[in-house]
């Protein structure tokens, strides 16, 4: 246990320090911006000047690993219960191909579209996406009419259909509201990696890579560059900010 | 006219009156109590999960909504296209209208996760969500059928009637729209999208509603000893037939067309083939006890049949049954058949990709769906008791049109 | 019927007293809160001060959360001064661990006192984060029971 947190804590440093080389080495003042708004200040509000994004690698996903999944329970204190009343926000998809008998695996969860249907048909306005691109319930204006549900082309939202008790602090959900993955917006804000990232990463695999997409620079961009990539139910053009890589 | 001293309202049969009554609040304390569980212990109790998320609640609802926009037509007929024998229906379609509409919106409403922020989706519009729209359309609905009632009970008022009548008409159609338009407003769902279903909507809402008046007429005609005339009968016998037809031809269309985009054709296997309960309530409870056999009472049988009041309250009950019957078809069984996140793929997880979902409804939809129909059903029983709701024929023009009927 | 017909005045009779009543209650209220005494017995919250004045977030306090929840959940702002998070980290029970688990809690003390309803804990932690031994029950433990 203590061996994984340490690694964490190393990656992070990583990952921050890399962070402050790019803005060091860029040095150009408006790209000095993108490498600093990795850390914003608190009272900083969002800005579309960032739009985070997700490229998630299938070849480097093993059948059989649960790893995010559980890093996203433990963070967001979910259960990880799965009956079809429990709430699921990152699951293990197993993928076949009906004519070749090819196999594969990978995460579904939210996948925070550019123009989100969710967004589009909650009748008040919880469902949202913030300017960074990230896409939220805001439980104090849902009144869980499960509409979103209903809208969702992945089937990333659950409905909670019980009370909780014990939440996170960090991540307030209640009996009524609707809920999905977002991107442990928790966590973004402080300039840390979604949790399932982090596991994966941690466990080795790094099969996925969190980032900036609006930022040249950023991990993500570059691989996006280098490498084909799509995204799922391209034919509804919702613009995903997560995208999959080997599918 | 024997009857006159006791049409409708005042102070007979108060007995049976109030077992009506007692009737409906019954249905409605039950909604009551399912509401205030699901409440305080969650929708746990409920057959609804994460997969099946509007379930049959909301069937009862839309239908009834559904319902709604259609019981206006006769009012609509009445106003818009000057026909007399409409006209003096106006005041019981709209009346019917507003009830079936409270009933569905009740249930939509109790059926909410959150129902203590209700205050929160009465003010705070998304103006995108077609679901906003929809309550921007009921409320100016109640709003101008209340409007339209006023104009026609009170003299005085009268020549308001017609623009007040059309307004209401078109209202009613938008409103429609925006309802078939929940659905059709979902891309991803195999069996919702299609541009089809507003108009479906439309044509159904009319045959469902002109159904439900017609037994709500002839509830009150029999209650009142009375008998409706031969001719008024026949002709809102063949109106219904025209609804019920159009609606099978647009169901029919509907599956046809699907049927031509390759990536529809699993759904519509799923439906029409072998979706097991979904297939045989498209099947027996949609197309035949829905359509086929309303129509065979409403064509066949036209020597002997239509002197029998029976067959004009039959044919629509049948209409009725059949309607929610499309509708558990529609939204239930939209939802069981799974999405498609990968084309030509085979999908399977912890989180049911790539499975028909099942759905068994528990008590508390029931008693939530009954109250729905209770509300609608104990409106409608005060209202005609109450006011003058019941068609003030003037029979000696009618008798005169027999003839020419 | 000679009873219904004294009704009214009962009622007024009634009225009279229920706004006495209730005044010399906001009056004690008042006089008490003036004297800097917590009405009713509230632990005292970690720390000397509140995050303001202690008058201003009496009677403020539900906008400022108000205030900055839809900040925080809109627009990713996370300042610490009125963050309900902050709030619970310092008024959590000494007995309960909790703001609002027991009668005696900081929240439900107060607002049982005031009869006014609130929902922050249908969905908000009761518990600060940290402290709480909460690291440990990760995910198979939960498993099964339902
Ligand atoms: S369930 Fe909540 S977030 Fe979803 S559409 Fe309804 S109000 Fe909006």
Redesign the interface.
């Known amino acids: 246990m203590s061996d994984s947190v340490n690694s964490k804590q190393e990656d992070r440093r990583d990952f921050l320090k890399a962070g402050g080389l790019v803005a060091g080495i860029t040095l150009a003042p408006g790209l000095l911006f993108y490498g600093v708004a990795q850390s914003r200040a608190p009272e900083e509000g969002v800005s579309s000047r960032q739009r985070w994004g997700m490229l998630i690698d299938t070849t480097k996903c093993a059948d059989g690993c649960n790893d995010c999944v559980t890093a996203c329970n433990t963070e967001n204190g979910l259960s990880g219960k799965t009956g079809p009343q429990d709430s699921q926000w990152i699951r293990k998809l197993n993928v076949k191909d009906l004519h070749t008998g090819y196999v594969q695996s990978l995460p579904m969860m939210c996948q925070h579209c550019e123009n989100p249907p969710c967004v589009d048909v909650c009748p008040t306005g919880a469902s949202t996406k913030r300017a960074d691109g990230i896409v939220l319930v805001d439980r104090h204006a849902c009144i869980g009419c499960r509409y979103c549900m209903m809208a969702c082309p992945y089937k990333a939202r659950s409905f909670v259909h019980e009370p909780l008790h014990d939440q996170k602090p960090d991540v307030p959900r209640g009996k009524g509201c609707v809920e999905s993955c977002t991107f442990c917006v928790q966590r973004v804000d402080k300039g840390e990696q979604p949790a399932c990232v982090e596991a994966c990463d941690a466990k080795g695999h790094k099969a996925m890579v969190f980032g900036d997409l609006k930022d040249p620079q950023s991990a993500i961009s570059r691989a996006l560059k280098s490498t084909d990539s799509v995204e799922v139910r391209a034919d509804l053009a919702l613009g995903t900010g997560v995208r999959y890589q080997g599918i | 006219m024997a009857h006159e001293v006791c049409v409708n309202q005042g102070e007979c049969r108060t007995v049976e009156f109030f077992a009506l009554l007692g009737l409906g609040g019954l249905l409605i304390l039950g909604a009551m109590y399912a509401f205030f569980t699901l409440e305080h212990h969650g929708h746990i109790l409920t057959g609804m999960n994460n997969q099946i998320v509007w379930g049959l609640p909301h069937v009862v609802a839309v239908f009834l909504i559904v319902a709604a926009s259609g019981a206006l037509n006769v009012a609509s007929i009445g106003s818009v296209f000057g026909k007399d024998v409409y006209k003096r229906r106006a005041p019981l379609s709209g009346m019917l209208a507003l009830a079936l509409l409270s009933g569905g919106l009740g249930v939509l409403v109790l059926d909410l996760g959150r129902p203590d922020r209700l205050i929160v989706a009465m003010t705070r519009y998304n103006f995108h969500s077609i679901f906003a729209l929809n309550m921007i359309f009921y409320n100016g609905f109640f709003a101008i059928v209340g409007l339209y009632l006023v104009t026609l009970m009170e003299r005085k008022l009268k020549y308001w009637t017609r623009p007040v009548g059309f307004l209401a008409f078109f209202w009613r159609l938008g409103l429609t729209t925006a309802t078939g338009s929940i659905f059709g407003f979902i891309v991803a769902r195999a069996g919702y999208n299609s541009a089809l279903m507003a108009p479906m909507f439309i044509i159904m809402s009319f045959a469902y509603g002109l159904a439900i008046f017609m037994v709500v007429q002839a509830s009150m005609y029999s209650w009142n000893g009375l008998t409706l005339d031969l001719a008024i009968r026949r002709r809102m016998k063949k109106l219904l037939a025209v609804f019920v037809g159009a609606s099978l031809y647009f169901t029919v269309v509907f599956h046809l067309t699907n049927l031509y985009f390759a990536k529809q054709w699993d759904y519509e296997q799923f439906i029409l083939l072998d979706g097991g309960i979904f297939t045989l309530l498209f099947w027996v409870g949609q197309v035949f006890i829905g359509a086929v056999l309303p129509l065979s009472l409403l064509f066949i049988n036209r020597s002997q049949g239509e002197h029998l009041v029976s067959f004009s309250v039959l044919a629509p009950l049948f209409v009725v049954v059949g309607g929610l019957c499309q509708m558990y078809v529609t939204i239930v069984g939209g939802q069981a058949f799974p999405l498609t996140l990968f084309p030509g793929h085979e999908v399977h997880s912890s989180f049911y990709d790539g499975v028909v979902h099942a759905y068994h409804p528990g008590i508390y939809e029931w008693l939530l769906g009954l109250g729905g129909v209770g509300i609608t059903f104990t409106l409608t029983v005060v209202a005609v008791r109450v006011f003058k709701f019941l068609p003030q024929d003037d029979f000696k023009t009618v008798l005169m049109r027999r003839s020419t009927d | 019927m000679a009873i219904m017909a004294n009704l009214p005045v009962l009622g007024k009779w009634f009225r009279i007293f229920a706004c006495l009543g209730a005044m010399a209650f906001t009056a004690i209220a008042s006089t008490q809160a003036v004297a800097g005494v917590d009405l009713p017995k509230l632990e005292h919250g970690k720390g000397d001060q509140c995050v303001d004045d202690v008058a201003f977030i009496r009677r403020h306090h539900p906008d400022l959360l108000k205030h900055h ?3 925080t ?8 001064k009125y963050s309900l ?1 902050k709030c ?1 980290e310092c008024h959590a029970g000494s007995k309960t661990g909790s703001v609002a688990s027991s009668e005696e809690d900081f929240c439900v003390a107060c607002h049982r006192y005031a009869g006014a309803k609130l ?1 922050c804990w ?4 009761t ?3 940290k402290q709480v031994p ?1 690291a440990k029950p ?3 433990q ?3 029971s ?1």
């Not at chain 3, 249908?122 to 932690?125: E, I, K, L, N, P």
């Open positions: 929840r839809d900040e959940v809109r627009l990713g702002i996370r300042t610490t998070k619970v929902d249908d969905c908000h932690a518990k600060p984060g909460d990760v995910l198979p939960h498993g099964g339902k």
